[in-house]
C-alpha cells in the first residue's frame, strides 16, 4: 500500500513557474513508477509525465514537452514535477500516482495508487 500527497500548487502568472511535490508514504517507493496526469474543470483526467522506477527514463505529453519536468528522488520518497512557461491552459488540479509495473507509464488505468490532488491557476 503506498499513500501519495502532493503539494506545491497554487496561483501563478502566465510564463511563471511551479515545481510540484508528491511525498510518498511506505519502504518500497522506489519499486514503483510514478506520473503525473490532470484534470481541468469540465474536462477528462489526462497524462502530463511519467517516470520509471529508477528515474532514468521520462515521457511527457506534447502539451508540456519542453515545458515540464519530472524527476524523482528515491532517498525522500518524493517524485517533482518542474513547469515551466505555465500557461493558462495548465489550469487543472494535478494528480500524482504510482504504478506497480515496469516501465514508463502512460495510461491512467495502469496506475494503482493516487494522491488527492493539487490545484495550479494560470492566471494574470
Known amino acids: 500500500q503506498v499513500q501519495l500527497a502532493e503539494s506545491g500548487g497554487g496561483l501563478v502568472q502566465p510564463g511563471g513557474s511551479l515545481r510540484l511535490s508528491c511525498a510518498a508514504s511506505?519502504?518500497?517507493?522506489?519499486?514503483?513508477?510514478m506520473g503525473w496526469f490532470r484534470q481541468a474543470p469540465g474536462k477528462e483526467r489526462e497524462f502530463a509525465a511519467a517516470?520509471?522506477?529508477?528515474?532514468?527514463?521520462?515521457y511527457y505529453a506534447d502539451s508540456v514537452k519542453g515545458r515540464f519536468t519530472i524527476s524523482r528522488d528515491n532517498a525522500k520518497n518524493t517524485v517533482y514535477l518542474q513547469m515551466n512557461s505555465l500557461k493558462p491552459e495548465d489550469k487543472a488540479v494535478y494528480y500524482c500516482?504510482?504504478?506497480?509495473?515496469?516501465?514508463?507509464?502512460?495510461?491512467?488505468?495502469?496506475?494503482?495508487?493516487w494522491g488527492k490532488g493539487t490545484q495550479v491557476t494560470v492566471s494574470s
Open positions: 500516482a504510482a504504478s506497480r509495473r515496469a516501465g514508463v507509464r502512460i495510461r491512467a488505468s495502469e496506475y494503482d495508487y
Open positions: 511506505g519502504r518500497t517507493f522506489s519499486s514503483y513508477a
Open positions: 517516470i520509471n522506477w529508477i528515474g532514468d527514463s521520462t
